[in-house]
């Protein structure tokens, strides 16, 4: 059973997290918060395999909670999923710069999120090596 922690401002979020991993067929459980602050707490506490994380949230926002993320050793090594309805692309690759994994814009097509979900927690792509839409970038 994988879990996953989703930390978003926009519940729903979470439920479509939970349907592409079902169409993915990957037993999950859900952990949900609304924060970037809350997010790096429970992802410090390095009992997720998967974290998603949206950039543009209240108190603290998802660079800085990723960035906290990926210097904490206890979470540093958890694969990241940027979902942000942001489509500006200096955003997106400063993201993957940070540490994120991947970065999925919203709307996202559920399909296109299963496929990263599964390959993010598969370990099947490297840490910043893909942008949105999944297309490599040319690193």
Same mark, same amino acid.
Do not use: N, W
């Given at each position: 059973m994988k879990r996953i922690l989703v930390v978003d401002d926009?519940?729903?979020?979470?439920?479509?997290?939970?349907?592409a991993? +079902?169409?993915?067929? @990957?037993?999950? &459980?859900?952990?949900?918060?609304?924060?970037?602050g809350q997010g790096k707490v429970k992802a410090g506490q390095g009992e997720c395999d998967l974290i998603t994380l949206d950039l543009a949230m209240p108190l603290m926002d998802g660079f800085a909670a990723l960035e906290e993320m990926k210097r904490n050793? +206890?979470?540093a090594? @958890?694969?990241? &999923?940027?979902?942000?309805?942001?489509?500006?692309?200096e955003m997106h690759q400063r993201a993957l710069d940070l540490g994120a994994?991947?970065?999925?814009?919203?709307?996202?097509?559920?399909r296109q999120a299963?496929?990263?979900?599964?390959?993010?927690?598969?370990?099947?792509?490297?840490?910043?090596?893909?942008g949105p839409g999944l297309k490599p970038l040319g690193r």
């Open positions: 926009d519940p729903p979020v979470a439920r479509l997290i939970s349907a991993l +079902k169409a993915a067929e @990957i037993e999950h &459980i859900i952990d949900y918060c609304s924060d970037g050793p +206890k979470c090594h @958890i694969p990241v &999923i940027v979902i942000t309805s942001h489509q500006d692309a994994t991947a970065v999925l814009t919203k709307p996202f097509k559920p299963a496929e990263t979900l599964r390959r993010a927690l598969m370990g099947e792509i490297e840490p910043g090596g893909m």
